[in-house]
């Protein structure tokens, strides 16, 4: 089964960027579905941006604009861009994979910590 392990995250001024990145310990060239969430204190789990195969892509309305979702199938790495970083983007990242008919892989998770 494979391995996710997000890395990337930390603390950032408000403003900044940070650039996630999610490694699979095996190919990801037939995964259809990676996605990223989040979870800020006290708070749920959200979606925050898709990407499938087929390169569609989803994001949530408060990171367009700003936020980036791609995946490098040659690497095995999917990434996430953040631009203009908030506070309110404080959060837990995990990095998720799934395909059709299997259960979805979920990485241990990056803090990001948007803070003045």
């Known amino acids: 089964q494979v391995q996710l392990v997000e890395s990337g995250g930390g603390l950032v001024q408000p403003g900044g960027s940070l650039r996630l990145a999610c490694a699979a310990s095996?190919?990801?060239?037939?995964?259809?579905?990676m996605a990223w969430y989040r979870q800020a204190p006290g708070r749920q789990r959200e979606l925050v941006a898709s990407?499938?195969?087929?390169?569609?892509?989803f994001k949530i309305d408060s990171v367009k604009g700003r936020f980036a979702i791609s995946r490098d199938n040659a690497r095995n790495t999917m990434y996430l861009q953040m631009n203009n970083l908030k506070p309110e983007d404080t959060a837990v990242y995990y990095c998720t994979a799934k395909s059709l008919g299997s259960d979805a892989i979920w990485g241990q998770g990056t803090q990001v910590t948007v803070s003045s």
């Open positions: 095996e190919s990801i060239f037939m995964i259809d579905d």
């Open positions: 990407l499938t195969r087929g390169g569609r892509f």
